[in-house]
């Protein structure tokens, strides 16, 4: 009779541990799921979400919005409030860092299917059509899942965020840090921009930048893939985003491309390691496809290491501004004239000549030794 009643003591414990863990987690919203309250100091930045596909995903579900903005890390930071001027709608920021371009192209269908966006604006970048970057163990290690996509209610993201350790972690963390916040880079997933404030010493900045193309050079989903050296290893992707634009016609969406920009000695770098011909190969099939925007090359932004936070992500506020108005043609913004090359099926042969005279190999080889 003893043991019942401590069984029961033990499972009253037990299931008491959990209905608070769960509740308390629930108001915290960590992952951002259900958005209960949203607190200054409290909860309103998630700071500790599992990953990007998930929060951004109940983001979406909650906001929808007007317009959204498709890409990889190099998009997040761009502020959308800049787009909305121009569209007059709401816009979301649903850059997913580190995607693929199947990735980005699911969300864009889900989106297309379950909401009623009416513009995409798309940023472009080479390595989200690596080969490596659909592999099932790359999708799950940045948490897509196509169930997610596909059905009302997706439990394992209700499990895993409501009574799971690293909810109980994730929970308590995201409150620690909201307490003590820091600003300078910091994502609000409300409007799914990554804020990169600028970093006014720079020799932080010039380590970001060293640092982000060690990283690139080592990564197999960036620049370390043999299969990728090979120019017919991007096919596949690009008829992801050839869907893309086959959603977009059929369902009366407008659509405007541009690939991002990114800091000089990041562009060298793909010359250096042998993805020149891979790089060019990608340029003219997506000419092909659309008309884009071409951030990159040197050029007056490209060349100068106050505009970035590191190799390949920018300061939001200014570079934003810059950007939304090449996509749009506001020639009331002084955005420098060499920033931003329109590319069509007709030039782009010019463009790429152009842009191949300008790598310096000899300086990129010494960051690259160092």
Known sequence: MQYKKWYVFVLVCTLSFFLIEASFSFIVDYAGLFGFVSVERFNKYKTNSPNWTVTK??????????????????????????????????????????????????????????????????????????????????????????????????????????????????????VKNNYNMNTNHITSYETGVLVNKQINNDDEVIKNIRNTIESAVKDEEYYNSPSFLNQNSIYKSIGYLSKIIEVARANNIKLRFYISPIYKDYFDMKYILGYGNTYEVWKREIALLTDYYDFTGHNTVTSDKHWWYDAHHVITNTMSKLIFARLYNDHTVPVPKDFGVLVTKDNIDTHIVKLRAQVEKHAMKEILSQ
């Open 57 to 174: 995903f109940y983001y979406i579900n909650r906001i929808k919005p007007d317009a959204i903005l498709l890409g990889t890390s190099r998009a997040i930071s761009l502020d959308t409030k800049y787009m909305e001027e121009y569209i007059g709608g709401k816009v979301y920021n649903l850059a997913l860092p580190a995607s693929s371009i199947y990735e980005q192209y699911m969300y864009f269908k889900y989106m297309v299917e379950n909401q009623n966006i009416k513009e995409a604006v798309v940023s472009l970048d080479l390595f989200a059509f690596n080969p490596n970057k659909t592999k099932k163990y790359s999708l799950d290690n940045r948490g897509f899942d196509e169930n997610r996509l596909n059905r009302h209610i997706f439990i394992k993201d209700y499990i895993d965020n409501l009574i799971s350790k690293n909810a109980l972690v994730g929970t308590l963390m995201t």
